[in-house]
Structure formats: structure tokens, C-alpha cells
């Protein structure tokens, strides 16, 4: 995975609680076996008109939404099922973090697993941020570094992540990654077994 360190980028506002993971990434899409090309079916029964334009109504398709990398959701966001698709669909839409006051535990853990960043925060600095994402070239900065993320506009809010997903993301490692730490260990056991085990 790539490093996580910091990022600076435009917010999307969903206005939306008990975002389920069928609505991000609708069944019918979980044919592929990569982990990319998610992206243009995220959100796709709300994105989407019958006719396959885009429905002007949905929040992500309105203008000041367009070309955001952080995505501003309501509580419980990725309820539902399990699929890891939601998370990539997510990244491969474009955003890199999510702020909302509260996930489903197993997307909180798919989204951090897959290199997406997961910020709670209390519904009152989200509402800050909500009203300020209105305006015009309105950006955030995350420091995953220094767990804080600030504006040109004097906002700093801290956010808590956890110790062993912070070091996964800032060093862009996964589950294999930190398997393959072990490799001498490993090698070494391996090699101490009779050879017909």
C-alpha cells in the first residue's frame, strides 16, 4: 500500500445516516476479482438516474462535491455487510479519508486494511466542517502523523486512531507486509521441522 501521511483535499457532504454498504457498492457489482474499477459504480442507485445519467439530486454529483478526496458522512456510515469492496470502491472513487461520528466496526477495519482512513469525530466539529465545506476552494489537512487535522480558517481538531493502524498506514505496510517481517523466524522454524512434516 502506498504511505499515509498526510493529505490536504476538498470535502464531499453526505448527508445521509445508516449508509449501508449495498448502497456504496451495490451486489451486482462484486463480479471483478481486483481491487480496482470500483470507483464508477460506488454510490450507484443514488448516483444514477433509470437511464444511467447522473441524478442531480445526490449530493455527490453536485458541483462543489466534484474531485473531493474526503468524504463527510452521517453516523453508523458502512453498516450492513462485510464486503471489503465498499472501502475499495470508496478509494478507487477518489477519496482517501472519511470523517464521520461513528462506522460499522468490520468497514472501520476494511477501510484502515485497505490504506482509507477513517477519522470519528464529535457531531459538533462535523457540523463546523459541514457548514464550511460550502465555500468556495474550502480544503482540510489531515496529519496522520500528529493525529490533528487543521484549515486556513484556525479549525484544529485531534483525532485518536489506534497505535497499530497508525504504523501500518504511515509506513504503507498491510497484513502480508508485516508477515513477511517474520520471514527469518519463520525460515528458521521451517527449517528445524523433520522434512515429512
Not at 2 to 21: C, E, M, Q, S, W
Not at 82 to 110: C, K, M, T
Amino acid at each position: 500500500m502506498k504511505p499515509f501521511t498526510t493529505h490536504t483535499g476538498k470535502i464531499a457532504v453526505l448527508n445521509r445516516a445508516n449508509v449501508d454498504t449495498d448502497q456504496i457498492i451495490p451486489k451486482q457489482f462484486l463480479k471483478r476479482i481486483e481491487k480496482t474499477g470500483y470507483g464508477r459504480f460506488a454510490f450507484f442507485d443514488w448516483r444514477y438516474l433509470p437511464d444511467g445519467s447522473d441524478n442531480p439530486e445526490f449530493e455527490l454529483n453536485q458541483e462543489k462535491s466534484k474531485g473531493a478526496s474526503i468524504l463527510l458522512a452521517g453516523e453508523n456510515f458502512g453498516c450492513g455487510s462485510s464486503r471489503e469492496h465498499a472501502p475499495w470502491a470508496l478509494s478507487d472513487y477518489g477519496f482517501q479519508v472519511i470523517l464521520a461520528p461513528s462506522y460499522a466496526d468490520i468497514f472501520h477495519q476494511n477501510c484502515l486494511k485497505n490504506g482509507l482512513l477513517p477519522i470519528t469525530l464529535d457531531q459538533s466539529v462535523l457540523d463546523v466542517i459541514r457548514e464550511k465545506a460550502n465555500a468556495e476552494g474550502y480544503e482540510l489537512k489531515i496529519d496522520l502523523e500528529e493525529q490533528k487535522l487543521t484549515d486556513s480558517d484556525n479549525l484544529s481538531e485531534s483525532f485518536a486512531v489506534d497505535p497499530y493502524w497508525k504504523d501500518m498506514l504511515l509506513y504503507g505496510k498491510d497484513e502480508i507486509d508485516l508477515t513477511l517481517n517474520y520471514n527469518e523466524k519463520i525460515q528458521k522454524f521451517e527449517e528445524s521441522r523433520a522434512a515429512f512434516l
